[in-house]
């Protein structure tokens, strides 16, 4: 049996507000909305470093509205670290990719 449960974390960063929702079910999804600066790369990191080791992990970017450089950066180490990034939207998979 499978346990669903989320959690939901507003961050309010320097270009507005960044909402992570937690849910896991069998793998961990942390959803992104609204926009995300470098500010708020510590707080993610911070919540995905509290996962246990060996779970798939999913960054969920389609409601992701706007990022900066350091955001950029961040999600290039992670997709390094074989953490899914699912529904990239193709702007910042551009970006990712260095095209």
Known sequence: MRVMYFV??????????????????????????????????????????????????????QDLTLVDHGVVNFLRRREADNVELRNCPAYIREWITGR
Do not use: Q, Y
Not at 9 to 36: D, Q, Y
Not at 43 to 49: F, R, V
């Open 8 to 61: 939901e974390v507003r961050i309010r960063g320097g270009c507005g507000m960044l909402k992570i929702t937690r849910t896991a079910n069998g793998e961990v999804m942390f959803k992104l909305s609204g926009r995300m600066d470098a500010e708020n790369v510590n707080e993610l990191e911070t919540l995905l470093s509290a996962e246990p080791s060996g779970r798939h992990i999913v960054l969920d970017l």
